[in-house]
Nanobody, 126 residues
Framework: QVQLVESGGGLVQAGGSLRLSCATSGRTFSTYTVGWFRQAPGKEREFVAAISWSGDTYYRSSVKGRFTISRDGFKSAVYLQMNSLKPEDTAIYYC????????????????????WGQGTQVTVSS
């Protein structure tokens, strides 16, 4: 069973930074795209960023230039560095593993991912 565990969320003032981590055991991520999604209160879960098994990165337009997704050398963790945070970034952030190996198609929909973490809360105050 694949388990994903997010960490790094918290409360930060607008303009601040947070770094989210998504950890898994073994090399679960080595041949899969890993994505970050977020869900704000009363809204649907939305795609934030993804990194393919080959290192290609993808971002939603509203976070480009502010967020950076990366993975460690052993490919057992994925990170989301979030800078210049805005109140509208407030949400629960989830990491997820793509449901298809070896693809560079990032997958922008929830149904493109099969394993999810429990989420970590990010709150940005104005």
């Amino acid at each position: 069973q694949v388990q994903l565990v997010e960490s790094g969320g918290g409360l930060v003032q607008a303009g601040g930074s947070l770094r989210l981590s998504c950890a898994t055991s073994g090399r679960t991520f080595s041949t899969y795209t890993v994505g970050w999604f977020r869900q704000a209160p009363g809204k649907e879960r939305e795609f934030v960023a993804a990194i393919s098994w080959s290192g290609d990165t993808y971002y939603r337009s509203s976070v480009k230039g502010r967020f950076t997704i990366s993975r460690d050398g052993f490919k057992s963790a994925v990170y989301l560095q979030m800078n210049s945070l805005k109140p509208e970034d407030t949400a629960i952030y989830y990491c997820a593993r793509r449901n298809t190996r070896w693809t560079t198609d990032p997958g922008y929909l929830e149904n493109d991912y099969d394993y999810w973490g429990q989420g970590t809360q990010v709150t940005v105050s104005s």
